[in-house]
């Protein structure tokens, strides 16, 4: 029985009699072979077990837990086979009298689970792996795989698991308004995780809401690997430990209907879970892990309650912030943070003197969830809201426009904009300390809401629709900010990116980021000279700040810059923290990880050879032909560009590492796909951004 992909596999699917028989029926073909040890007779014996637990119809629970124990003996069994590293999956299969008991190890795994688990013909060569990889980013290298310093004597790495978890875990009323925008093809925004694929210590349980084609899989994995490596080695691309041949990169979809966080799907699977901390507590570079938070990491897109509850579950290190640190992520707690370390910012409010219009929330509204939405005071009224603007216009506080945001938004599409010059003008005279005159311009502000405030979301309205949640009615839920739209002859949108570990804090990019209105697409590495060391001083004041808080993980700081016309100086605004892995995320860690190196004083990216290394990144070209095409034709064209100067042009260059990465892959049949051009400098990189364009234009791959 040939089992399916991992990606048709339902996760919660129950062992099938036909199943069991299948493998009673190999593992009868195979008792001719020679000895078999007593493990692998208490294994069939147990597997018998079940079978006629099923037949019986026992209770689920039982056949359950005599499945997870019989999982255990089989990786319990699978370890003594070590003398066999030197082979690989297909070569034992070519052999089944030699080699009986792996054929028949694989497909009991296959069949107690109800997934597929891949694994390549043979692992790469460490040393080769090491000169592609040659990574010394030491804040991103720890932070992902926890690695440990070397001893003399010693292996250079102790064997580390990352289970990656990319899921959006926004509040649950603004993921329900968003997933009509594929939300869910962002987690493979993450996929850059398997390139660490190549380090040998590394394992790599990357989960996702749906099926990440295998062709994207393969295309990852062999970025990374040297050209003079035999190509045989990379018909699978999906690696296998040498020491008990299972797979040091497993893909796992969680298929469901609800539209809900991918963490909580997992949290709501007990058999999935089960799974995972089986894989986890596996035999593994030669030995049974501990299991414990040093030696398996949990990566996340941001951190929330479900992701700390499922983080203690699978007994895995948490490698971003926590839910209950989720406050300093908001728009609010960014305010706060800027005020507490001296950084300039956008007057607005809530500030000192609107601690009269903070509210605590309604646990009820989030079911006892979402600690962070419900457990500090917002503004969270409109009426208030309006307030907290007046009071700033009779301070003589009056731009052009007022942004307003949502304590929690994604890409910016939790934020709005409003005019209200008209308003301010006929209160011109207003002196501060004018009660009287701030309610009358907090009234009409009220009013002018439902009027004139223009969300970044299209779809969004200041009301409630029948299928959609008002961003009145999210105000309540999340609270919201409103602050001065920093003006300027050439408006910028520069940020930092950093890693904290203890109480270490490590800049480690910086960009200006390519927005469409408020709503990020892209960016370019790295931001201008003009202002690069101060965003980076205060990325690390912000650092020091979150790490005395006990915060861990990415965070980044995003700002506005505008340059004075007469002066030619740049005014710089901290504008907000962002608490987790970003868009900044994916294309950083792709540069590091491919050429290896590190941002060095001047805030430039050097590989370890000291060669310059910039890129420009976008998430949302768009073409229409390309709708017409699929991610494995798109692929196609990139490994046999030969043939195609232009394809060939752009494709990423192992042996001088520079060349154009490709992600988002799951939005190219809306027409849409991210990448990003990486170059010796920026000139190289936003070349190959243009030629890359040109590229995607003219191609009609079906």
Known sequence: MTPKPLACRDMSSSISIREVSTHDEKMATNNDCGDVDEKKDSFHDDISKIKKAVVAGDDEAEVEEASSTNHRQMLEHSFSYNDLSHFNIDEMKSQPKRYPEMKGLRADLVHLHGLSLHAAPKAFDAQLLQQALSFHARPLRRALTMSDAKEEGEESRTTKTVVVIPSIDLDKKELTRMCCDQVEFYEERQLFHLLMAGDPSVRIIYLTSRPVDESVVKYYLSLSHDEDIDAAHYQSNLFCDVHNML?????????????????????????????????????????????????????????????????HKLGAKLLEASGESLHFGTKQGSREIFAACGISHPAGTPSLEDEDLLTYGDASEHGGKVYWAYNHRYIRSAHNLAVGIARKIVRGIRPKRWIVKLNQGFSGKGNASIDLQHIQRRFAGCKAGDNEATLRIAEEIEKEFAISLKCEDPKMTWFDEPEQVGFQTQIKRLGVIAEVFIEGEVPTSPSIQAVIEGKDVSIVSTHEQVLDGQVYSGCKNPCNSAYRASIMDAGLKVGKFLAAHGVRGHF????????????????????????????????????????????????LFRTNEGELRCYVATDCHYSENLKSCTEKSLINALENSSSDPAAYKIRWNKADRIGVVFHLFKFISTGRIGFTAIGRNAEESQALYTDTVTFLERFHGC
Not at 254 to 264: A, F, G, K, Q, R
Request: net charge negative.
């Open 247 to 311: 797979p040091r990169v497993i893909m796992i979809h969680v298929p469901s209907t609800e539209c809900i966080s991918l963490s909580d799907k997992i949290l709501r699977q007990k058999k999935l879970i089960t799974l995972l901390q089986e894989l986890i507590r596996s035999p593994f570079g030669g030995k049974v892990l501990e299991w414990n938070d040093n030696t398996v990491g949990m990566s996340v897109f941001t951190g929330s309650d479900s992701v700390d509850e499922l983080s």
């Open 556 to 603: 980044a700081v995003d700002f506005l810059a505008s340059e004075q016309p007469k002066t030619g100086s740049w005014n710089v605004h901290a504008v907000e923290v962002n608490l987790r892995q970003g868009g900044t995320t994916h294309p950083h860690c792709c540069m590091a990880l491919l050429c290896g190196g590190s941002i060095c004083s001047d805030g």
